[in-house]
């Protein structure tokens, strides 16, 4: 099993729609949870950092964890055709030198 | 743009071949992280240095070493290149080093092996 498991995708929502992507997990020593974005032929970009359990929201993105459940989400709100990318979602136990695991990433194409 | 930067963007090579991947870590960070990302793999973790030394390590093969100079970049050597090293390399750079620490990436070394 897989420390990261993410929904392969790809993922095609009509632009306004509420789009919901999820991430589980194995390891339960993570402690810190991100998503990152990445558009085509680009590194991948912090989109939203979320430490334990809990919601967090930023505009029209929301980051949830539940480590009960070892399950993490992340909302769009109204998604744009700018939204189109690959979200990866990412996590390490805490330690200054613990490694960044990331799941393998989902597509989202939001359709004009 | 994250203010990493990495060169070159694309790189054809043979197999059997050598080369070195550069990456200048965003200013004043002294952490560098290198990944290599693949569509069966996805992003996997090869190397961290911290300040000039070794810090962590992952998945990475013993033909690949990377180093970071004084000047804080950093250099990700691939030697007797195989097809299946065909990926995207990818430098990243934090402040310092942590658990807490969010990581900035550039825009990647496309690697062809032939």
């Known amino acids: 099993q897989k420390e990261v498991e993410q929904d392969p995708g790809p993922l095609s929502v009509p632009e306004g729609a509420i789009v919901s992507l999820n991430c589980t997990y194995s390891?339960?020593?993570?402690?810190?949870f991100m998503w990152y974005r990445q558009y085509s032929r680009k590194g991948p970009e912090l989109l939203m950092y979320?430490?334990?359990?809990g919601n967090k929201e930023d505009g029209r993105f929301t980051a949830q964890v539940d480590k009960s459940s070892k399950y993490i989400s992340l909302f769009i709100r109204d998604s744009q055709p700018s939204d189109s990318a690959t979200y990866l979602c990412?996590?390490?136990?805490?330690?200054?030198?613990?490694?960044?695991?990331f799941g393998k990433g989902i597509t989202l194409s939001v359709r004009p | 743009d994250s203010g990493v930067t990495q060169t070159p963007k694309h790189l054809i090579t043979a197999t059997g071949q050598r080369v070195t991947l550069r990456c200048s870590p965003r200013?004043?960070?002294?952490?560098v992280y290198w990944y290599q990302q693949s569509l069966d793999q996805g992003l996997q973790f090869l190397i961290q240095?911290?300040?000039?030394?070794?810090?962590a390590k992952g998945n990475i093969l013993e033909r690949f070493s990377a180093q970071q100079f004084p000047d804080l970049h950093s250099e990700l050597n691939l030697s007797s290149l195989e097809l299946g090293d065909s990926a995207l390399y990818f430098c990243?750079?934090?402040?310092?080093?942590?658990?807490?620490?969010?990581?900035?990436f550039g825009s990647g070394t496309q690697l062809s092996v032939l």
């Open positions: 990243a750079s934090s402040p310092r080093q942590g658990a807490n620490e969010k990581l900035f």
């Open positions: 390891n339960s020593a993570f402690q810190y």
């Open positions: 979320t430490y334990s359990s």
């Open positions: 990412a996590m390490r136990r805490a330690g200054a030198n613990s490694k960044l695991t």
């Open positions: 200013s004043g960070d002294l952490s």
């Open positions: 240095y911290y300040n000039g030394e070794e810090r």
